[in-house]
């Protein structure tokens, strides 16, 4: 018989599990996206204690997206991730990837996750990652707003850090998607206590949103020199179209490229 663990007890997490499934989640996103980039100037450093990532959720892709970024940081951190329960129950393997199961949208489920992640929290290597927008919405979307369960976390933890993660995955030149992100600055929780819950609340809504817009301004340029490519993925448009390309590039003795560049032109009147 398996025993259902303690509420307040850490998640499983198997590093080397963990390990081999992110080099296969950089495949996938490699065979799905013509890149994963980190905007330059929201690369995150590493705090110095327990941390959560809260990212806005603009897709199925998050988790894969989230999972590839814990490579920014070191090998010393473990990684954890709530999940619906039923989820859990049907893919229990996911355990072994630091995710927990929460019985969404009940009290019950509310308490069980504080006292999950607050035992995650304890720890000094402990990584928590979170969707507090709680469903799909478009990175567009202003304004920011997060479930109640962020706020009433912060508000009882104490040493803690925090940081904003934006993703988009938005088409540039290619006949696949970018896979973007940013993150904000760490915010240093001493002593949670010291504002309402609410107040958390609206303070990470108005980070996340910042970090968002600064993306947004950062994937319309569509210039890559601001962005660190973290994972090439595959390029070009296919078909008869990279077919014409090929040959041009033969007869002209050119190494082909299948990148898809579009040349970007100034609107100016003629001299």
């Not at 969404?104 to 720890?123: D, Q, V």
């Not at 540039?172 to 915010?187: Q, Y």
């Not at 980070?207 to 070009?236: K, P, Y």
Request: glycine share 8%; charged share 25%; with cysteine.
């Amino acid at each position: 018989m398996t025993r259902k663990p303690a509420a307040d007890a850490v998640p499983r997490s198997t590093p080397w599990f963990f390990r081999g499934f992110r080099k296969y989640a950089r495949r996938f996103v490699g065979r799905n996206f013509h890149a994963l980039r980190i905007d330059r100037d929201g690369r995150p450093t590493n705090p110095p204690g327990p941390a959560i990532v809260a990212l806005n959720h603009a897709s199925w892709w998050d988790p894969m997206t989230a999972l590839l970024a814990t490579e920014l940081f070191p090998p010393s951190r473990i990684h954890f991730a709530p999940i619906d329960e039923l989820g859990l129950k049907q893919y229990p393997i996911l355990e072994r990837l630091g995710f927990f199961g929460v019985q969404l949208e009940t009290p019950r489920g509310g308490i069980a996750f504080m006292r999950r992640a607050s035992a995650i929290l304890a720890r000094t290597e402990s990584m928590l990652w979170i969707t507090p927008q709680g469903q799909f919405v478009d990175p567009r979307d202003r304004p920011v707003r997060f479930k109640e369960g962020l706020g009433r976390l912060l508000h009882r933890e104490r040493g803690i850090f925090i940081a904003p993660m934006a993703v988009e995955y938005p088409f540039w030149n290619d006949r696949r998607p970018e896979a973007l992100v940013r993150f904000g600055p760490w915010i240093a929780i001493g002593d949670g206590a010291s504002q309402p819950a609410d107040a958390w609340t609206r303070q990470m809504e108005a980070a996340l949103e910042d970090c968002q817009d600064r993306l947004m301004e950062s994937s319309r340029s569509r210039d890559v020199d601001r962005f660190e490519t973290f994972v090439r993925g595959s390029a070009g448009v296919g078909g008869i179209y990279d077919i014409g390309r090929r040959l041009r590039s033969m007869f002209r003795g050119e190494t082909f490229s299948p990148e898809h560049q579009v040349h970007q032109h100034q609107d100016s009147p003629p001299s």
